[in-house]
C-alpha cells in the first residue's frame, strides 16, 4: 500500500476543529459562569475549606437576592441537616414544596430530603408518611430503605419484613438475614409472653428465609425448652455447630444445663470441649471450666485452663488460669496470688468486650443488632483480645 502524501493536508484540518470546539466549550462555560452570583463561588470555596458555617451565610444571601435558585435551597437544606439545625432545613423544603413552579422531578426530589429530615429530627409518623408519597416515584428505591429503617426503629417487624421483601423483590439486593432477624425479634417477643407454639412457628419462618440463621436456632432450642422438650432443644442448639462453630460460645451454657437437666453432664462436657477445640473462646471456656470444676473436681478444672493457656495464651485466659490456680495454691500463697489476679482481672475488663465490625462499637454483652449503627449480625461471637490474638 503506498503513502498518499495528501493525507498530510487533513492533519492541521482536524486540529483546526478540535481547537474551534473547545474554544466554543469554553466561551460556553465563560458564558455561564458570569451568570452566576458571586456569593455562590464564595459558598463554595468556603465548602472546598470544610467552613459550612460560612457556606450557610453565603448561600442565605444568594436564596435572598434571587428566590427563583432551586439547586441552591437544596443545598441549603442539605447543610442545614448535616449540622443538626432540623427545623430550618424543613422549612428550606418545604418552602420548596409550595412552590407551583417546581418540576415533577424536582418536587420528588424536595420530598425526599424533607423525609430525611423529619427521620433525623425523630419525626418518625411525618417521615414514614413522606416516604410513602414516593413509592411510587424515582426516589421508591430510597424511600423504601428509609421506611425499613423507621419500622425498625419503631420495633414494628412484621412491616418491616413486608418492606424488606418489597425491596428484595424489587432487585435492591438480598435482605434475607434481616427478615430472618425480623421473625427473631417477634419470636422472641412470644418467648417472653410464654407462647413457645407462636414463637416456633415464627422461628421456622425464620429459617425458611435464612437456614443459616443462628439466631433463630438458638431461639427454636429455647422455644421447645420452654415446652419441656429437652431432648428437641438439646438438638437444635447442636445445630449452631453446623452453621457456625465460633457461635458455640453463645449456645454452651444451654447446652450444659440441658444435658445436666437430662443427667448426661459427662456427654455435655465433651461436646463443649470439642468445640473448644475447634474455636477457642474465654466465654466457652468458662462454661467448660464450671461443668469440669462441679464434675471432675478442682486438679481437672485447673488443667484445663492450663492447658488452654498454652494453647490460646491471652491475658483473658491469664484471668481464668489465676482464678483456678487460687484453689489449689497453698493457704499462705493466696494473699500475693489474689493481688496479681485483682491487676490482671480489672484490666482483662477493657478487652472483654464484643466489637463491631462495621462502626467499631463496644460492649460488654453480644448484640445481633449493633446499638451504634443498627445493622444486624456485626459483631463477631469472640471478645476483642481474642481476635487479637486469632488475626
Known sequence: MEFEFWWLLGIPVFFGLGWIAARVDINQLLSESRTLPRGYFKGLNFLLNEQPDKAIDAFIEIVKLDPETVELHFALGNLFRRRGETERAIRVHQNLLARPDLAAEQKAQAQYELGQDYLKAGLLDRAEETFNHLIDTQYSAQAGRALLEIYQREKEWMRAISAAEILQASGAGGRQREIAQFYCELA?????????????????????????????????????????????????????????????????QRLMDGYQAVHRQQ??????????????????????????????????????????????????????FLEARMMTVPLQVRPELAVVKTLVHSYTQKLARYQCSHCGFKARQFYWQCPGCSRWETYPPRRTEELNVIN
Not at 416456633?200 to 425448652?225: H, Y
Open 188 to 252: 422472641a417477643d412470644e418467648l417472653v409472653r410464654t407462647h413457645p407454639d407462636a414463637a416456633i412457628e415464627l422461628l421456622e419462618k425464620a429459617l425458611a428465609t435464612d437456614r443459616k440463621s443462628v439466631r433463630a436456632t438458638i431461639l427454636l432450642g429455647d422455644a421447645l425448652r420452654a415446652k419441656g422438650d429437652i431432648e428437641a432443644a438439646l438438638e437444635s442448639w447442636r445445630r449452631v455447630e453446623h452453621q457456625s462453630v465460633p457461635h458455640t460460645a453463645l449456645v454452651a
Open 267 to 320: 456427654e455435655g462436657i465433651n461436646l463443649l470441649r470439642a468445640y473448644l477445640a475447634e474455636a477457642p473462646s474465654i466465654d466457652l471456656l468458662e462454661v467448660v471450666f464450671k461443668a469440669v470444676l462441679q464434675l471432675d473436681g478442682i486438679a481437672a478444672a485447673d488443667q484445663l485452663v492450663t492447658d488452654e493457656l498454652r494453647r490460646t495464651p491471652t491475658l483473658l485466659g491469664l484471668d481464668k
